[in-house]
């Protein structure tokens, strides 16, 4: 069992997807929306290093994020 304030830090670190945090049962609607507002906040930075010649997939992280956010809002 993941713990919320710990995945609160690094989504990613205990989600593979973000498609995983919308199906996790353990979490509320609520939680689920701040974790993965969380993870687009980390996407966005990755983009701007991405932006500045580092490495990552940020844009299809970003969009996975977003649609998960998009899924639950729209309940």
């Known amino acids: 069992m993941i713990k919320f304030d710990d995945a609160m830090h690094d989504p990613q670190r205990h989600y593979n997807l973000p498609e995983n945090v919308v199906e ?12 993965l507002k969380q993870w687009k906040h980390d996407a966005l930075e990755l983009m701007v290093a991405d932006e500045e010649n580092m490495s990552g997939d940020s844009d299809n992280m970003l969009q996975r994020v977003l649609n ?5 809002e729209n309940r």
């Open 68 to 72: 998960a956010i998009n899924k639950l």
């Open 24 to 35: 996790d049962d353990q979490l509320s609607v609520e939680q689920k929306i701040q974790l």
